[in-house]
């Protein structure tokens, strides 16, 4: 039986939506304002859950409330989606996912390999982060010899050595890296030869486009602690 | 022997900065703008970075190339810091880390409790990062019968249902949430009622300051890997 949960989280059992879902969406026909890309990701967290909960149309001003996007903005944002809004109806979910899906990739079917098989890379493996984005982890490297050849998930652990020539023989297009600050620069090499599309970085030093020759997104977990230290500073600063 | 690292990598082994560096440094004395305190943590991680590998002066296109941040901007940025910079002899690393540090907190010694024991909670408390910013992680909850009374790090797993108790007993700043997204309604009351300052919040489902009654920073994981897709999908349409 479906569990239901709350509609704002993140479902984990919809894995195949944008293949089953009506294909037939009208496309986004212009460039997307960056800012609109940015709300691109919660959006689809939101209409997956809906979705998940047999939620098949919703209003702006419902679809509002759960992402915490003013009524107007989303009104405005959800226009580059081929205006899948009717007054007195509402929102197509499904279709509306489905369009946006679209936009993040997760129709394409990418494959990444995850590098670091640390405590974070466990995680990420156990995670359905990735599944539920269409990204699929074909296997895990690691520079150490105690967890070379271990399990985790149900992928083997292999060394990193053997990374340049797993990406020539297998299509890979992302790199998750969950490695230590000093392993970078060692391995930045390596990235660049394997010719990955994306990098996905979790390790502490941040990459750019350049460094790694693909697309970088760097997630630095520490600066979201400093950000949320730096509120609470200036709360206390504004009750003295 | 301390190891040399890269300086735009996060050292490790540097936890006393903020009390052993001279003190003697001009605070801010006006408001600091948003955008310039989204950039602080960036450089809190850079200067830790270069006393670190005992670098106690840097010019400001030195900083700019480690940070990213284009010179003019960054000297700007500084002189909210108290004008460390000295034409023909840059910025003294020590000061200008040491008054950055106290925006963020990280002399205010914070003391956390991390609530989910899995394996992202185990990773945060494995690394360093709360440390390095001056967060004490006291304790441990999680409400799994088979992870409640096991070790992580050096922390017994206490029962959720503690929390309040021990909240109550023992000063605490911060919440850090690795809770899957089916914990969040049961643990929202408990969570206000423990009183803390601060949430930082991994779970999938994002919350507010009202939610909480904390100022909250969520960090999405899974909002960056599409980040990070739509940019490749991008891309791929530009190339077509």
Known sequence: MRKKQNVQEEPDDIYSIPAIADRAVSQPECVIPEAVVKRLPRYFRCLRGL???DVMKISSSELSDLTGVNAAQLRQDLKYFGGLGQRGYG???????TSISEQLGVTKKYTAVLIGAGNLGR???NSRLCEQRGVWIKAVFDGSPSVIGKEIGD??????????????????????LCIPADAKSELLGIIKDCGFKGVWNFSPCELDDCDAGAKVENICTGDSLSALLYRMCEDEREKE
Chains 1, 2 share one sequence.
């Open 123 to 125: 995680a990420i493996i």
């Open 91 to 97: 929102y197509n979910v499904k279709k509306l996912y």
């Open 155 to 176: 992928r083997k652990v292999s060394d990193v050595a053997e990374l340049r020539r797993f990406c020539r023989e297998n299509k890979t297009d992302i790199a998750v």
């Open 51 to 53: 979705l998940n909960n």
